[in-house]
């Protein structure tokens, strides 16, 4: 018989954690550069948790049945939820919807959104992989987290992340927000070259 592994909640949580320290040394952006951890971390591990809602033996499946039972149903295990669109309507969400009274941290909503994006990241190691250009069909993987030693492997792979984002130095980051300003300014300035008008990128 085949074995298909499937990361497990703990694998998820590593790599999240993994990706995080990533985040914040390659200074992706402000936020992660100078974010507060306390707000950061619980982001990121709600974010690696929540696309497994569609499966109601997950942690989030068993807390929320009530919503995990009809998407499971509807979607199944490794469907919508785990796809480029599940996670930009978070983003819009997060961005649009959220009533600005809850005033939720910028650091939070950007670790929750990582910590999603990592989950997807993480289930495309597996064989089944994950359908991220969903309603296709098509189903993204890099299985090489393969056969019953699945778990070791998907420990050693986070924990190699982790350590290798711990050693990275803060000092030869590559600036990943302030490379981004540069292009769109760049970018800004060939527009308003070409077509001298006053709209504008920013
Ligand atoms: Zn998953």
Known sequence: MVFYPLMTAEGHLLFSVASLIMAHKLQITPEFAQGDWLHMVPGVLLGALLPD??????ILGRLFRVISLPISKLCG???FTHSLIAWLI???S?????PTQWGLPADLIQAFLL????????DM???????FLWPLPTRFCFPILRGKNSKRGERFISVLLTVCAVLLPIDHSM?????????VN?????????????????
């Open 77 to 79: 295990h490794r469907g």
């Open 115 to 122: 910590g999603y994006m990592s989950h997807l990241v993480a």
């Open 53 to 58: 809602i569609d499966h109601p033996s997950s």
């Open 125 to 131: 190691l597996t064989p089944s992989g994950v359908p």
């Open 175 to 183: 600036d990943f927000h302030v490379q981004l300003d540069n292009i």
């Open 186 to 202: 760049y970018l800004n300035n060939k527009l308003n070259i070409h077509f001298p008008t006053n709209t504008s990128l920013l």
């Open 94 to 98: 997060c961005y649009q919807w959220l």
């Open 90 to 92: 978070l983003l819009i």
